[in-house]
């Protein structure tokens, strides 16, 4: 098997997995929130720990304590991603998975605007285009809703600034989760230990497969990011650009037709607002690397003597 087709398999397995979260997430109940987040980060620890030592990985810690600015940077990302992981199980526990879909549409476009705010990074118009459109798609639905789409904001800003950090640091994917959630894993315990003590645990009062399906939360986590490591690897940018919304729509499937949230005209119209500033975006981004490659395939010319 080609690299690239094994780059697009990994790829279709981790977006696929991202897509049928909502259905995961659903088995947990009556588990709260806060806790699925708890259990989340702590099982993940123990699920890339014993990951890294199955691949005798650990070598890498030494290194990385002596990089106070990388350390920095991984408790911002952290954060970032403790909100984002938080907001998602919110908004599917309190049956909003439409919204969290439409956090995941528009997470490209927040990492455009993210390049121009924070990188300086220069627009080519369509791009502008993109986010005229994408503005316009939030201002819709805001009406919509009453009130601004602020669990889809929230998703996709933070999972854009965790992206940035993520970028900057260059940390492979098992090392770099590994470290994270064992930065939030000293708070998930803590807050463990207190819902236990009033009473509030459901972990191991429910059912043995609830028990079990909390414990897989840490795999479950774990696994397509692995997966997403292993397709950015070996995919262009444009292939990998293009299958990404594969998760954000099979997340509104479940949200619609599973789970029966309602789409009134006015959402659709939102969400159609939305689809057609990705069609823009993605345009641009496959006609800039064609010329791109077209560019990189002209022969330097020789200097004559």
Known sequence: MTPLRLGYLYGIGAYLLWGFFPLYFKLLRPTGPLEILAHRIVWSVLFVALLLGALRNVGFLRA???RRAALAG?????????????TYI?????????????????????????GVTVLREQLRA????????????VAVLAVDY????????????????????????GLPAAEGLFVESAVLALPALGYLAWLSSQGGMTFGHVSAGHTALLVLAGAATAIPLLLFAGAANRLPLTGLGMIQYLAPILQLACGVLIFHEPMPQARLAGFALVWLALVVFTADAIRAARQSRNTSRVPTPVPTP
């Open 64 to 66: 990385l304590l002596r």
């Open 74 to 86: 991984i408790v911002a990302a952290a954060a970032l991603i403790a909100v984002n992981w938080g």
């Open 90 to 114: 919110y908004g599917v526990s309190s049956d909003r998975v439409v919204e969290t879909a439409l956090g995941y549409f528009i997470n490209p476009l927040v990492v455009v605007l993210l």
């Open 126 to 137: 369509a791009q502008w285009v993109a986010l005229g459109i994408g503005g316009s798609a």
């Open 146 to 169: 009453g009130r601004l789409p602020w669990l889809a904001l929230t998703l996709a800003f933070s999972f854009a600034g965790y992206g940035l950090i993520k970028k900057r640091l």
